[in-house]
């Protein structure tokens, strides 16, 4: 398999997204105003370090930016102005606290390919390297980034694009694979002028390239389902996707009118139900606090009883609970499967124990609902 970071990304965030642009080769439309200005600043940014002896001075990196500019893809002329703006700001405090003379810099936009052997098959990953320095303990790799929120450690130390990375450096300096520590694999989010860093062991190395190993085969049996999440809002394939067939659908079964009846009638019960169900709760409250102050357990009205209904759940300690019920064979009949935890387990076994897990799989149930959110575009 030939892929890349982006689109393993683009696999883990809807493998139907995947498919359409991996696998069907569909060419997307318009980049975004976010993708468009994610790539004018990292132009940006390899303009600052290119140079042999004179390096680019703040004002000709503004200037680069400023060329660069394209306000033909924002929506509307607050957007485009609010995002040129950052824009400038982005490199004014790049400069203020960086100076480029002082970075020793190894290779920028730096094009890779690594291979990994699994399963009798070679897979190739490629894709290109922001930035590459040589620092005082040894490497650091970095990755710009122009996202709006800074994400937690966690997110750098799980970040499936550094430890490709990590593979492709360590492939160009095989002397270092037995060291890999010594190289901190950064991502440098501008917006923030903030830099998160992680380094590998080489255990946590070698674990983590079988996550990778895992994936691939996780391609390799999809079936590539749509997956609907915030991130749709930025997708290219809207238009495609099943899961957005309605609202570019041209000929409807019934019309935008009606439809609109339908769906505000459906919000207005769904507020009134919740506001019975608010004050069932209320009424619930002053019944049994009839039953506490008349010491009663039931009350009459009529022809009608209302009860009080005592409901109590226990949890045990489950290593001794095992250990009793073992003794007597029965503790096969009260043990149930935690789906929680086996989603957990799941994620670390190697991927021949996943799909024979996968197989053990049995439809219990289905039944379909409505759920209504506030949609960000």
Known sequence: MNTSYSSLNSFQTCPLRY????????????????AVFGSIIHSTMQFIHTGSFILPTQKEALNHFSQKWNPDVFTNEFQERAAFAQG??????????????????????????????????????????????????????????????????????????????????????????????????????????????????????????????????????SSFEPQTSPLCDWCDYQEICPMWKHKFKEEISVTDAEKNTIIQKYLDLQTEA????????????????????????????????????????FKYNERKLKEILERKKLWDQVNKVNLVQLNKVLKVLPSQDRRAVEKLKKLKSESYGLSVKQGSK
């Open 88 to 221: 400038i700001k982005i490199v004014q405090s790049y400069y203020k606290n960086n100076d480029p003379h002082d970075i020793k810099i190894v290779d920028i936009e730096s094009r890779f390919s690594v291979d990994l052997k699994h399963n009798g098959e070679i897979h190739l990953i490629s894709g290109i390297i922001d930035r590459i320095d040589k620092v005082e303990d040894g490497y650091e790799i970095i990755d710009y980034k122009t996202a709006r929120k800074l994400p937690a450690q966690s997110h750098v130390d799980d970040n499936l694009q550094l430890l490709i990375y990590l593979l492709a450096f360590l492939k160009r300096y095989p002397q270092l694979a037995k060291t890999p520590e010594k190289i901190k694999l950064s991502l440098y989010f501008l917006k923030h002028d903030t830099k998160l860093s992680t380094t590998k062991t080489l255990s946590q190395l070698k674990d983590e390239t079988e996550k990778i190993l895992n994936l691939l085969d996780e391609i390799k049996d």
């Open 274 to 313: 919740k506001e019975i169900r608010i004050e069932i709760g209320q009424l619930q409250k002053s019944l049994l606090g009839i039953m506490e102050g008349e010491e009663v357990d039931r009350l009459f009205s009529g022809d009608k009883i209302v009860s009080k209904i005592h409901r109590q759940t």
């Open 19 to 34: 498919k359409f642009s991996a696998i069907d080769k569909i060419k997307p439309g318009k980049k975004s105003p976010e």
